[in-house]
């Protein structure tokens, strides 16, 4: 059975009227074709489980992946880009969002919330390079002290052209999980992520990604305290 998120029931209401106005004249056939509406606007609503691709990415004993946040498709990864990446040396790895793809948003990293910052914005194509800093979006900031070292993983849900509202269930203070559900936007969008220079990326522009699955960055796995 697919599970469908609850923020489904208002787009779906609004979605079934047509369909509804026509059954109410009588026109049965036109209701049945407009039917197909509000259940695809259901099925963007979609929220499948999730297990990583590796055995132990993800787990709880495991401190070194970075999940995907999101499906989608990769459309840049490599050092934090001018204007988009956060102050600081960071790699980027930015995700594509199209109408078609599961919505839901994951942690990519687990640990303590340090920050979640909503901005109002525009609507720009979530593919521009100006969609980054310009449109609606929430940073969130996540901590992690592994062998008296805080990691830091910076993940930004950003609304696209399609998308008008982005969804953060999560608040500053809270432990979350890696592959945690974390919110998600409505309809197609982007997702950027932005890990410190001493974790190597694993993905390249692209790439098909999977949310809570495909590993994008790991940290070089050491002895632990």
């Not at 197909?36 to 787990?59: H, I, K, N, Q, S």
């Not at 999940?67 to 989608?72: E, F, H, K, Q, V």
Request: net charge neutral; glycine share 10%; charged share 25%.
């Amino acid at each position: 059975m697919v599970t469908i998120d609850r923020e489904a029931a208002p787009a779906t209401a609004v979605a079934a009227v047509p369909a509804l106005v026509a059954a109410l004249a009588g026109r049965r056939g036109t209701a049945l074709a407009l039917a197909v509406v509000p259940a695809a606007v259901a099925l963007f609503f979609r929220d499948p489980d999730r297990t990583p691709d590796r055995p132990v990415a993800g787990a709880p004993g495991d401190v070194d992946s970075v999940l995907s946040p999101a499906d989608g498709k990769v459309m840049y990864a490599g050092l934090g880009q001018d204007g988009v990446a956060p102050e600081g040396e960071w790699q980027q790895v930015s995700i594509f969002l199209s109408a078609f793809d599961v919505h839901i948003n994951r942690a990519p990293y687990g640990g303590r919330l340090r920050e979640v910052t909503y901005r109002p914005g525009k609507w720009l194509a979530a593919y521009s390079h100006e969609s980054a800093h310009l449109n609606e979006r929430t940073d969130l900031v996540v901590d992690r002290e592994v062998d008296g070292v805080t990691r830091t993983v910076h993940f930004r849900q950003i609304v696209g052209l399609m998308a008008r509202r982005v969804v953060t269930r999560v608040a500053a203070g809270d432990e979350i999980e890696t592959g945690q559900r974390i919110g998600l936007m409505k309809f197609g969008s982007r997702m950027d992520v932005f890990v410190p220079t001493d974790a190597e990326l694993l993905v390249e522009a692209g790439a098909r990604v999977v949310a809570g699955e495909t590993v994008i960055a790991r940290w070089p796995s050491g002895p632990r305290a």
